[in-house]
């Protein structure tokens, strides 16, 4: 699969997500935050919303390569917050 350009893409999402994790807040405004947070996160349990994370994976990982992509980007890693109560 080779490697991927998510984690160290600088495109900015469509949106600044403030997540609340363990008494901190932490600020996700590019593609390669997103991507670090949602793959190497192990405080939260991401198997539970196994189709949702993996599409905001694969979102993230086409809006790495592609900037037009980051808008359905923002909207899955929305949908994944969401429904993970990050948001």
Do not use: Q
Not at 20 to 44: D, H, M, P, Q
């Amino acid at each position: 699969m080779g490697m991927s350009a998510g984690p160290h893409s600088r495109t900015p999402l469509t949106a600044i997500f403030k997540i609340k994790l363990n008494g901190e807040t932490i600020s996700i405004a590019t593609v390669g935050e997103a991507y670090r947070f949602i793959t190497n996160l192990s405080s939260i349990e991401w198997m539970e919303f196994k189709s949702l994370h993996g599409d905001a994976v694969a979102a993230l990982e086409k809006a790495a390569t592609d900037a037009m992509l980051t808008v359905p980007a923002t909207t899955a890693l929305r949908a994944l917050f969401v429904r993970a109560k990050l948001l």
